[in-house]
């Protein structure tokens, strides 16, 4: 009798723990925000902030915006070089189609931080919101690093 209740008591156990990551799994967030950093710069220039968006949804998803307590004003930038002449405007939105990654690096698509406020200081972690279509948001914390980033 006691071997038969063992085996309930496993048979039970192993049932909750397939619900919990069932739950889980559901639970899990499609989007995924990786590797977040801003460059510290003086409050007077602009610093630029990187990270890595992962869709892991079944829809695309598009980009609109985001927000910092460390920034005045936080906006969608994107660098690029036009007849050998480097250029960096201002993007309205990002699309990241389903199952795709997008690199917000040096160079390419990245954060534009103005008005920096002083907790954006080398050594800090500071919250970002990414603000999505359709009114989804993504919360990361950023890693604050220095001018040559490090």
Known sequence: MQFGNANLFHILAMT?????????????????????????LPAAVPSGGYFTLHNGGDKPVTLMGAQSPACGHLM?????NHGGMGMMEHVDSVKVEAGDTLTFAPGGYHLMCMDSKPILKAGAR??????FAGGETVTADFAVRNAAGK
């Open 76 to 80: 969608l930038h994107k660098s690029m």
């Open 16 to 40: 909750a723990l397939a619900l919990m990551v069932g739950i889980a799994a559901a639970d899990a967030a499609p989007l995924a925000v990786t590797g977040g950093w801003f460059r510290a």
């Open 126 to 131: 500071v919250p970002v919101t990414l603000q």
